[in-house]
C-alpha cells in the first residue's frame, strides 16, 4: 500500500500554498506505515467539524462522519463508546475545537477518552475569509478586527495538558516527517491525544515564516515526556508571539486507563443487544 491509495478522486479546493496540504500528506503516510505495522485501514475513522480543515474528510479514502461546526468531538466520542475497537481521529479548526466546542475539547481531555485531535491551528476563520480566532495574536488585524484584536490568545497546548489530554505534541505542516511521527504516536497512544498543528493559511494570515524561522524540536532538549511540570513549562514558552523560539514535538506523554476502558469494562457494543449508547449506559446503573 502506498500514499496514492487513499486518494479519493475529490477535487481538492484548498488555496494553492495552504498548509492543510502539507497536514494532509503527514497524516495519509501515518496511516500507510501503521497499516504496515497492522492496524487495519477499516478500523480508522475520520470526524472533522466545519471549515477549510473539514475538508481533509473528502480526501482521505477512510471511513467519515461530517460534523457540525464546534461539535467534532461528540461524534468522536459517541463512535469511540459505539465500537472501541475503532482508532477515531477527529479533526478540528481553532475556531471550531477552541470557539464554540471549547467545552467538548476540554471534557474529552478531562474524560481521557481514547481519541485523536487534530488541530489544523491556522490561528483564523479562513472559510469565512479572516476573522479573528481564539488563537490569533493579540493585536490581530482582521475582519472582524480592523482595529487589532484586544484579547490574549489560549495556549492550546497548555490548555490541554491542564485539562487531563494524556498525550500532547505540536507538529508544524513545514515539517511533514516530524509530524508524521507525531500522527503515528499520537494514534497509537491509549487515551486522549491531541496534536496542535502549526498550518499558515495562505491566503489570509500567512505564519509560514515565521514557523520556518522559529520552530525546534524538544527532541534537542532532552525533554522527560512523562514530566507534567517540565510539560507546561515547555508550554508557556510560546503563546502566539512574535520573536519567540517555538517548540514542537512531544510535550507529555503518559499512560492512564481511558474513559471507554473505565467505562466499557471490555464489552463492545456491536456485541451488545442494545439500540444505543445511552441505553447500554443507563442498563449499566
Ligand atoms: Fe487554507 Fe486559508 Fe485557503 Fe482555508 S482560506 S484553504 S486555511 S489558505
Known amino acids: 500500500m502506498n500514499i496514492n491509495d487513499l486518494n479519493t478522486g475529490v477535487e481538492n479546493t484548498w488555496c494553492p500554498g495552504c498548509g492543510n496540504f502539507g497536514l494532509l500528506t503527514a497524516f495519509k503516510q501515518a496511516v500507510v506505515e501503521l497499516v504496515d505495522e497492522g492496524f487495519k485501514l ?5 470526524v472533522s467539524g ?38 477515531v481521529v477527529a479533526f478540528a479548526g481553532d475556531g471550531d475545537a477552541l470557539g464554540e466546542g471549547i467545552a467538548h475539547t476540554i471534557f474529552a481531555a478531562k474524560r481521557n477518552s481514547d481519541i485523536t485531535l487534530v488541530l489544523h491551528d491556522n490561528r483564523i476563520y479562513g472559510l469565512t475569509t479572516g476573522q479573528f480566532t481564539p488563537t490569533s495574536p493579540k493585536g490581530f488585524k482582521g475582519r472582524s478586527t480592523p482595529q487589532g ?62 514557523y520556518q524561522k522559529d520552530c525546534y524540536d524538544l527532541l534537542d532538549k532532552n525533554h522527560d ?23 514542537t514535538g512531544i510535550f507529555y506523554d503518559v499512560e492512564k486507563p481511558s474513559f471507554e476502558e473505565q467505562e466499557l469494562k471490555g464489552k463492545n457494543l456491536k456485541d451488545e443487544k442494545v439500540a444505543s449508547v445511552s441505553d447500554f449506559l443507563k442498563s449499566r446503573m
Open 149 to 210: 484584536s484586544v484579547e490574549e490568545p489560549l495556549n492550546a497546548v497548555e490548555l490541554m495538558l491542564a485539562s487531563g489530554a494524556t498525550f500532547v505534541a505540536r507538529g508544524f505542516t513545514g515539517n511533514i516527517l516530524q509530524l508524521k511521527e507525531l500522527f503515528k504516536q499520537a494514534i497509537k497512544h491509549n487515551g486522549f491525544s491531541f496534536v496542535d498543528v502549526l498550518q499558515p493559511c495562505f491566503t489570509f494570515y500567512n505564519t509560514l515564516a515565521v
Open 42 to 46: 477499516k478500523d480508522f475513522v475520520m
Open 225 to 247: 515526556v512523562t514530566d507534567f511540570d517540565d510539560a507546561m513549562r515547555f508550554a508557556r514558552e510560546w503563546n502566539y508571539e512574535d520573536g519567540k523560539k517555538i517548540p
Open 50 to 87: 466545519i471549515g477549510c480543515h473539514a475538508k481533509i474528510v473528502d480526501y482521505v479514502k477512510l471511513n467519515s462522519f461530517y460534523s457540525l461546526h464546534g461539535r467534532t468531538l461528540s461524534p468522536a466520542t459517541g463512535i469511540k463508546l459505539a465500537n472501541p475497537d475503532l482508532k
